[in-house]
């Protein structure tokens, strides 16, 4: 199956990445035998430079440059900060309307890292699910935009103030993950990297990917319409 292409000049390409696929070879994924780097190459028979990362679990927005020059002007903006990002997530629990999560995060060396998260709530779902001596359960469809981009960033930030992303692993509830796994066969982690904003010579690139079916699928069993 193509990878779906969101955007395509001669400079860039972004895709909308699939749950579970991994940006490129990673140490940490031995396992993996599909990159989206090498299927975005044979894709469209160029050479693409990726210009950032999304974890192998989150679907969504991914830019790759087309030339070293662009990758360049690319990568120093991701470095300085100049990308607009967000996300949409559903986390277990009803959010507060907004918070800003600044709470520093150790990196793969252990040191600590300055870390700052944003989040808006969207909307609040309680459905009939029961959950241990819940009769119901509670979860929030979030906006996210992170200031910095450490590692599993917003995954951690949302567990830290209890309101881990459903499907989550490691970093999510495994009792609210199994739940979900036994009574409507979802696995998949519910963050989508919805949009990209950058501007680069004068011209801005605004980027927006849609859902994925799973996501799709979770949001309509929460409004029961499943």
């Known amino acids: 199956m193509e990878l779906e292409i969101l ?88 959010t507060p309307d907004a918070q800003v999560i600044d709470y520093p995060l150790k990196s793969e060396k252990g040191n600590l890292q300055e870390a700052i998260t944003e989040y808006k709530t969207l909307e609040r779902f309680e459905i009939p699910l029961v959950s241990g001596s819940h009769k119901t359960s509670r979860y929030s469809l979030i906006e996210l935009s992170p200031n910095t981009g450490r590692m599993h960033q917003i995954r951690r930030h949302m567990a830290h103030i209890f309101h881990p992303i459903l499907g989550d692993r490691p970093h999510g509830c495994n009792k609210q993950n199994k739940l979900w796994k036994e009574t409507y066969q979802m696995d998949t982690m519910m963050l989508h990297a919805a949009t990209l904003e950058f501007k680069i010579q004068e011209k801005q690139y605004s980027l927006c990917a849609t859902y994925s079916d799973e996501f799709y699928k979770v949001l309509n069993i929460l409004k029961g319409k499943i």
């Open 7 to 94: 955007f395509q000049n001669d400079s860039f390409v972004a895709i909308n990445k699939p749950h579970g696929l991994l940006v490129h070879r990673s140490k940490l994924a031995k396992d993996a035998e599909e990159f989206a780097l090498q299927r975005l190459r044979d894709q469209l028979d160029l050479h693409v430079y990726p210009c950032h990362r999304l974890d192998r679990k989150t679907s969504g927005v991914l830019l790759f440059a087309l030339n070293e020059k662009a990758h360049r002007e690319a990568s120093e903006l991701f470095k300085e900060r100049k990308v607009e990002k967000s996300y949409l997530s559903i986390v277990r629990g009803f």
